[in-house]
């Protein structure tokens, strides 16, 4: 294992879940390191530094959300992904609103991990730097003159959709809630519908099967997800 490999923290109270991503994150050339419970967590953030974490929500000494607000609260800015087998929509919102970069629900493959970390990773790297234009696709943003096109065609677009656009832009790749979006852009004050309404709209101008969108994509019942850009 190269010395300059990314280390992965692993959280989770379940051995053979340990045991398995241990396997694969080896074989995708990342180092790993494994806590089974969050007093353990806590210690080997300081320790070994790690460059991203795979958090559990389910650890015997700390539920994975009061940690991860914990860690949030204590300014760590590491990338985190949560892995879980809860599936209901109230637990991922809260992570993510908490400051989770990515939740996948167990169980999952690991090449679908191993992309998540990936964009994970780049949209760290972004933040710290953000670029004034945004390209993925035939999907271009320019965020200093505010210039959207498609193709090479300048589209149209209202404030408001704009603004949609821009917030997911900035976290391009990552999940982003329909209560964070109705915050940055409308104050927290409109409706989850209303919403809906405006991306509905800004899919119809950027997208050629606005049915079936490429950029802009759905996570049911927990908010949008655009697709990230390309290097």
């Not at 990936?118 to 003159?145: C, M, N």
């Not at 498609?150 to 959709?161: H, M, N, T």
Request: aromatic share 4%; proline share 5%.
């Amino acid at each position: 294992m190269s010395t300059t490999a990314v280390k992965i923290l692993v959280v989770d109270d379940e051995p053979p879940i340990r045991k398995l991503l241990r396997v694969g994150l080896t074989a995708e050339g990342y180092a790993m390191v494994e806590a089974g419970n969050a007093e353990q967590a806590v210690a080997l953030v300081s320790s070994e530094k790690p460059d991203l974490i795979l958090l559990d929500l389910g650890l015997p000494d700390m539920s994975g959300h009061d940690l991860l607000e914990r860690w949030r609260s204590e300014l760590v800015e590491l990338p985190i992904v949560i892995l879980s087998s809860r599936t209901d929509e109230t637990g991922i919102v809260r992570a993510l609103e908490l400051g989770a970069d990515d939740y996948l629900t167990k169980p999952f493959g690991m090449r679908e991990l191993a992309a998540r970390i990936r964009v994970a990773l780049r949209h760290r790297l972004q933040q710290h730097g953000e670029r004034p234009i945004f390209q993925t696709g035939d999907l271009s943003v320019d965020l200093v003159k505010r210039i959207v096109r498609v193709a090479d065609k300048e589209i149209k677009l209202s404030p408001r959709e704009y603004d949609i656009l821009r917030v997911l832009v900035q976290h391009a790749g990552k999940v982003i809630t329909h209560q964070h979006i109705l915050k940055q852009v409308w104050g927290g004050v409109a409706d989850v519908q209303y919403l809906r309404v405006y991306v509905r709209q800004l899919r119809q101008k950027i997208e050629a099967m606005p049915d079936q969108p490429q950029y802009i994509l759905t996570e049911t019942g927990v908010g949008y997800r655009l697709r990230e850009p390309e290097l």
